[in-house]
């Protein structure tokens, strides 16, 4: 007889709040960064954390998408229309992390350089792909950029919902308290 999942597993809650950090930290970044003059002590360092934090959260979002296909995840509660709500959220949720990924890639390696992460490793280029590669990248990712933290606070508010209002489970599955 299979036993019923009621939370997510811990790798999963780790990764889960630790990409709604660097999410919301990365767009507070980005949206300084956009601003920051030539001249500025911050010009380099910032770019430079946000493109490594960047390849980083890339690469844990894979390895977050993979552990979940493999690992039992509890069910989602509610009713019929707010489970597939739900489903398409976090669906699009993941889409658009790629979209930011991708457009990300391409704004930091049109010109030809790799992006080096924390001096760790250096992601190479493909050069430009395409004309004006960095400036339609860059309106993709800034674009992206507020469609998630959009879908995020949605997930989140129907998160709370979900535990004042309804009472029911779904904050504590991520969080793993218990009733």
Same mark, same amino acid.
């Given at each position: 007889?299979?036993? @019923? ?13 630790? %990409? ?9 970044? /980005? ?5 920051? %003059? ?7 360092? #910032? ?5 490594? *934090?960047? *390849? ?19 069910? &989602? ?21 790629? &979209? ?10 049109? !010109?030809?350089? /790799?992006? %080096? #992460?924390?001096?760790?490793?250096? &992601? ?8 004006? @590669?960095?400036?339609? %990248? ?10 998630? *933290? *959009? ?14 209002? !309804? +009472?029911?489970?779904?904050?504590? +599955? ?6």
């Amino acid at each position: 007889m299979k036993t @019923q999942v009621t939370h997510y597993n811990r790798p999963l809650q780790i990764i889960h709040w630790l %990409s709604a950090i660097v999410v919301i930290g990365m767009f507070a970044a /980005g949206l300084w960064m956009v601003d920051l %003059s030539y001249y500025s002590q911050w010009y380099h360092t #910032v770019p430079y954390w946000h493109k490594s *934090i960047g *390849i980083l959260l890339a690469g844990l979002t894979l390895f977050r998408f993979i552990w979940k296909l493999v690992t039992p995840s509890p069910s &989602v509660e509610g009713k019929p229309l707010e489970r597939i709500a739900a489903n398409i959220v976090h669906k699009l949720i993941y889409v658009n992390l790629a &979209v930011i990924f991708i457009s990300g890639y391409l704004i930091s390696t049109a !010109d030809g350089r /790799g992006i %080096s #992460v924390f001096d760790w490793f250096t &992601v190479p280029s493909l050069g430009s792909l395409f004309p004006r @590669q960095t400036d339609i %990248s860059g309106d993709v990712h800034f674009y992206a950029a507020w469609f998630l *933290i *959009i879908m995020v606070s949605i997930h989140a508010l129907a998160a709370l919902k979900h535990h004042f209002i !309804d +009472k029911d489970n779904t904050l504590r +599955k991520m969080t793993g308290a218990k009733k």
